[in-house]
């Protein structure tokens, strides 16, 4: 990313709900071609080593789109946000750029931003699964962030509140034991 340019950055799991970063500016977005799956093991946020929980990341998805939040960073302070940031990210994710539509934005008016994807092969590579293998997992979980099921509730909860539905999202918070 320029220095001249904003530096955009893209949440689409906790970084909705819990940003915990400092920002200039905060805006819905979303990114088409991508879904989210609850496809990542955590086993530093919201699982342990002997437990792991399952957390969001993008998986490809051609004719989809994920909504999120992206947060615009003060520019003399990015390289170290985005520093802290590789490591809460690090069980797995690698930052990556890609092309955001902020709310209000048409489609051929994309911003450049980045974003946290674990890709397939990262040691912490779940995969997909059945949703009540998912939901098994997520409500046995917890991690130094809390429970995996308030993760998932969490999520569900910022995503309703942008008006965005996640029917993988929705589906899961849905079998998980009250």
Not at 95 to 116: A, F, N, V
């Amino acid at each position: 990313m320029s220095a001249a340019q904003p530096v955009w950055l893209f949440g689409y799991g906790s970084l909705i709900f819990r940003p915990a970063i400092p920002f200039v500016e905060r805006r819905p977005a979303r990114v088409r071609g991508w879904t989210r799956r609850f496809w990542q093991w955590s086993t530093d946020h919201r699982g342990e080593p002997w437990r792991p929980g399952r957390v969001v990341t993008l998986a490809r998805a051609p004719d989809d789109c994920c909504w999120g939040m992206a947060y615009r960073l003060d520019e003399a302070a990015a390289e170290t946000i985005l520093a802290d940031l590789d490591i809460r990210e690090r069980g797995g994710y690698v930052r990556m750029e890609i092309e955001l539509e902020l709310d209000g934005q048409g489609p051929t008016q994309g911003t450049m931003g980045l974003t946290y994807q674990a890709w397939p092969g990262n040691r912490n590579y779940a995969g997909p699964a059945p949703l009540t293998e998912i939901a098994a997992q997520v409500a046995q979980a917890t991690g130094p962030s809390g429970t995996n099921t308030d993760y998932v509730r969490d999520l569900h909860a910022a995503l309703e509140t942008l008006g965005a539905l996640d029917t993988h999202v929705a589906a899961l918070a849905a079998r998980l034991p009250d």
